[in-house]
């Protein structure tokens, strides 16, 4: 049996959360409600200003998120990035640990990835990244990934600008040879149509697909449910995930409905990531896709009825 069910490979990075005003974000030059890329200078700026109203600190990534919803489960999951030797790095590595995630991280120059949430009044979230030396990953975990039931990326990683989207990649290889089952999570729309070409040709090696309809748009201009069983064509498995109704997950000719779990919504950050993670643990562990998109809903349940994209209470 795997070592692990899901290794994760991503960009790790701290989210920060603060209470923020719209003329604060104007003054600082920063677009409502989009993720602004500044320096880490003016992230620092930033931060120091809102020191005060900062409430809340989680670990960050997607494939991180995945990976702690794995655990949660009573699942193995493993996760493998760059931090650097600072407060948030140790902070993040600390929070692997806590909770059983197995630490492939490298330690390099520079500063460990930072985002800073800014919401205003009206709950609308504005975000100042940088994704520090995370982008910078070159490491190559070979032992962990063969000893996995699947290898979990996202479009970010692949496409980032950094090495880390090369290390992924050659990571991709390990698992095809391994016999590892690739699943990939398509992140932000506006990416996924800038690279829809590569995408096509990663798809022809991926086992499990997820995307939500504004990303399967973007990937093929619809995003129909005629269009998603064409995609579940190009994959083993492709899980269509439809907010607050539900998801649909498409597979060799089945389609299964699967609705969204009853929850008092507090923050929907998350919510995919952990979607993903109990799809792919029932997967790992044998179950039917029907019980595993069961998984999936129930954990993106409790995550958006908690603040963060994590289960755990961290500060």
């Known amino acids: 049996m795997p070592k692990y069910d899901v290794f994760g490979i991503g960009t790790a990075l701290v989210d920060y959360f603060c209470r923020a005003t719209d003329s604060f974000l104007k003054k600082n030059g920063l677009i409502k ?7 880490r200078e003016k992230l620092d700026e930033i931060h120091s200003r809102l020191s005060d109203s900062i409430f809340a600190r989680h670990p960050g990534d997607n494939a991180r998120n995945t990976c702690e919803g794995v655990a949660y489960l009573g699942g193995k999951a493993a996760y493998a990035g760059r931090v650097a030797g600072d ?9 692997l640990h806590r909770q059983n995630i197995a630490s492939f991280l490298e330690r390099g120059p520079g500063r460990t990835g930072k985002i800073i949430a800014l919401i205003t009044r009206d709950g609308q979230r504005t975000f100042a990244v940088d994704l520090g030396n995370g982008k910078d990953y070159c490491g190559l975990p070979a032992t962990g990934i063969k000893s ?4 979990y990326l996202t479009s970010i990683t692949l496409f980032s600008e950094g090495s880390v989207a ?7 290889d390990i698992a095809a040879a391994s016999g590892v089952r690739l699943s990939i999570s398509l992140e932000s729309p506006p ?3 800038q690279n829809r070409e590569r995408i096509w040709k990663i798809l022809t090696r991926t086992q499990v697909l997820f995307a939500n309809e504004e990303e399967l748009k973007a990937l093929t201009g619809s995003s129909d449910e005629k269009t998603a069983r064409a995609l579940a064509s190009e994959v083993d498995i492709f899980c269509l995930k439809k907010g607050d109704r539900g ?4 597979s060799k000719g089945e389609e299964f409905s699967i609705p969204a779990y009853p929850a008092k919504v507090v ?9 993903a993670a109990g799809v792919l643990f029932g997967l790992s562990r044998g179950k039917s896709l029907d019980e595993s998109g069961h998984l ?6 409790k995550i958006v009825e908690k603040f963060g994209a994590t289960l755990h209470d961290i500060l």
């Not at 996995?148 to 290898?151: D, I, K, N, Y």
């Not at 090369?166 to 991709?172: L, N, Q």
């Not at 998801?247 to 498409?250: A, D, E, K, R, V």
């Open 33 to 39: 409600g989009a993720s602004n890329f500044v320096s």
């Open 87 to 95: 407060e948030d790095g140790k902070f993040f590595e600390d929070s």
């Open 148 to 151: 996995s039931t699947f290898l």
């Open 166 to 172: 090369r290390s992924a990649r050659d990571a991709m």
């Open 191 to 193: 990416l996924v149509a």
């Open 247 to 250: 998801s649909s997950i498409f």
């Open 267 to 275: 923050d929907t950050t998350g919510a995919g990531d952990f979607y």
């Open 296 to 301: 999936g809903a129930m954990l993106a349940g």
